[in-house]
């Protein structure tokens, strides 16, 4: 009886142990906690900014002004996002600037494909030189160029142009597009290259082994890519109006809000005062493209990462 009951103590402890410790102590209930407990902690913080501009934009005046309330707004006030709707110029303004972005990070795309591809699969001269200068163009920050780049584009007739942006990118010389070429440089060095010899020993040009090889292996690279450059196209606002000079972004058309807003509702006009919840509102349907953009394509987002050589493995 008695080595029956040290029997059961015996295995209810190993139950135990295997459920809280696991068997390599990854996949136990305490290291899940852990895990789960920082995780849900750092997206807090980085979502509380959401949060706070999504629950702060719903509210009226008395609910902004009442230290009581917080998270819960009395009442719902839509009308603060149909002022912003309409400060904005929506939907018009953020149709218009997605096509500017998409336009800008699908060249800056392409070309950092082609660029990547070169200096990954070919030898020429200075290949090492270039390669060095390409990420010098990350380094330097765009205040230490603009001077040269604002009088290039004005003998070339480029300024106050979304060309200003577009012709850069097709050339390889975008924003952040020396991370871009470096990404596809680092995918294209892992591509076995008896799958290139092969493919030209069947007679294929080196177009070909690009397009036909190259590109259908770097999806995932395309994909990571894409995303950042549209994100970070889509928020750039130094270069863009230093060079397009036009409200082009709906960050820049955010920037203006206060102004447009007096515009469209003179200072006096009774229930029209700018408050933060219209302010907020407006924040709010800038930044939703990106929302939707990463709902859509998260799925691809995190497989791409895990598959383009982008950790250096």
Do not use: C
Not at 47 to 64: E, G, H, I
Not at 125 to 149: D, E, G, H, R, Y
């Amino acid at each position: 009886m008695t080595m029956t009951k040290t029997k059961d103590m015996r295995l209810f402890k190993t139950k135990f142990r295997r459920f809280f410790y696991g068997m390599n102590f990854t996949d136990g209930f305490l290291y899940k906690v852990v895990i789960y407990t920082l995780l849900i902690s750092f997206s807090y913080i980085y979502l509380y900014p959401v949060l706070f501009m999504l629950v702060n934009s719903f509210m009226s005046v008395d609910d902004l002004i009442n230290p009581g309330i917080k998270w819960v707004p009395t009442v719902l006030e839509y009308q603060n996002y149909v002022k912003a709707m309409d400060v904005l110029n929506f939907p018009g303004a953020v149709f218009d600037a997605t096509g500017y972005v998409l336009k800008v990070s699908l060249s800056a795309t392409i070309s950092s494909a082609i660029v990547g591809y070169g200096f990954a699969r070919f030898d020429f001269p200075l290949k090492k030189v270039l390669f060095a200068l390409m990420l010098a163009t990350f380094i330097l920050p765009s205040q230490v160029t603009m001077v040269a780049n604002m009088v290039i584009f004005r003998n070339l007739g480029l300024m106050s142009t979304q060309n200003a942006m577009v012709i850069p990118a097709i050339f390889g010389q975008g924003v952040n597009a020396a991370i871009y070429i470096l990404i596809f440089y680092q995918f294209f060095k892992t591509i076995p290259g008896v799958l290139m010899e092969s493919a030209e020993v069947d007679g294929a040009s080196p177009f070909k082994v690009f397009t036909g090889i190259a590109v259908p292996l770097a999806i995932p690279s395309f994909i990571i890519v894409f995303l950042f450059s549209f994100v970070w196209y889509w928020n750039e606002t130094f270069t863009t109006s230093l060079y397009v000079g036009r409200d082009v972004t709906m960050p820049l058309k955010l920037r203006a809000f206060r102004a447009s807003y007096e515009t469209l509702f003179p200072p006096g006009t009774p229930g029209a005062e700018l408050n933060e919840a219209i302010m907020l509102a407006g924040n709010m349907i800038t930044i939703l493209p990106l929302l939707v953009l990463y709902f859509i394509a998260q799925r691809h987002f995190t497989e791409s990462i895990d598959r383009t050589g982008i950790t250096g493995e």
